[in-house]
């Protein structure tokens, strides 16, 4: 377990020595390599790791590296001296310092796979009556449905999960075409568009206000913040 530990430290070491920090009030997919043909898989976005978006990370693989380092030696030592006990803490202390690590990494992660903090946006101007569209597959931004818990439309032909429910008859009509899209942002209902994209070709030719950003994902409305 020492071994693994200690090569654990070594991988940790190596990823410091080649991150560099990230510039002051970066966005982190700004840093971020983008493989969106992996993102199916687990983990697949550890793949868009750069050097730079390991920046990012300093804090907690710093922190991983030494609780491996030290969790497993400690335990390694306690056990030829015959303290079990202490063994068995050191590596209690060893979890809870990797298990914390992890937490910060995913908080400091958690823009680029979620869109909490769009949705918080939204929700502080959102009034009865008002539209939310993903611009997209509804599973790209499926959080706005979840954190405002209003209704969302989808600028998007049926398709995924949610294609099959689309097919009867009282299904509600929530997606959207780019005539459509056009009618209701020129419309009376104050609308939020959800995008990928900073300058979406949905909205060329339309008058559209940027109302958030974050991990590299934007809302846009037909009326002013």
């Known amino acids: 377990m020492f ?4 090569i654990g430290f070594g991988v940790g070491v190596y990823l410091l020595s080649v991150s560099h ?3 002051a009030g ?13 993102y199916n898989f687990a983990l697949g976005h550890v793949l868009d790791l750069t050097p730079r978006a390991l920046g990012a990370f300093r804090g907690p693989l710093l922190a991983v590296s030494l609780g491996l380092l030290f969790g497993t030696g400690l335990n390694w030592l306690a056990r030829r001296k015959g303290r079990a006990w202490l063994g068995n803490a050191s590596l209690v202390a060893m979890m809870i310092v990797l298990l914390a690590s992890i937490h910060s990494a995913y908080a400091t992660f958690s823009p680029i796979l979620s869109s909490y903090d769009l949705a918080e946006a939204i929700r502080e101007k959102f009034r009865p009556g008002d539209v939310i569209v993903i611009d997209g597959e509804y599973h790209l931004a499926s959080t706005l449905n979840f954190y405002t818990g209003q ?3 989808v600028l998007h032909e ?4 949610l294609w099959f429910g689309a097919k009867f008859p009282d299904a509600p009509r929530i ?3 780019q005539q459509s899209l056009a009618r209701l942002w020129n419309g009376p209902e104050r609308v939020f568009m959800w995008s990928d994209q900073e300058n979406p070709k949905e909205l060329a030719g339309l008058r559209s206000f940027q109302l958030a950003r974050s991990g590299g994902k934007f809302v846009f409305s037909n009326r002013e913040p």
Not at 3 to 6: C, D, E, I, K, L
Not at 26 to 38: I, R, S
């Open 21 to 23: 920090p990230p510039p």
């Open 3 to 6: 071994a693994v530990g200690a």
């Open 158 to 161: 049926p398709s995924g999960n």
């Open 151 to 153: 209704p969302v439309h």
């Open 175 to 177: 997606f959207e075409t």
């Open 26 to 38: 970066a966005d982190l997919a700004d840093l971020l390599k983008k493989n969106p043909e992996d």
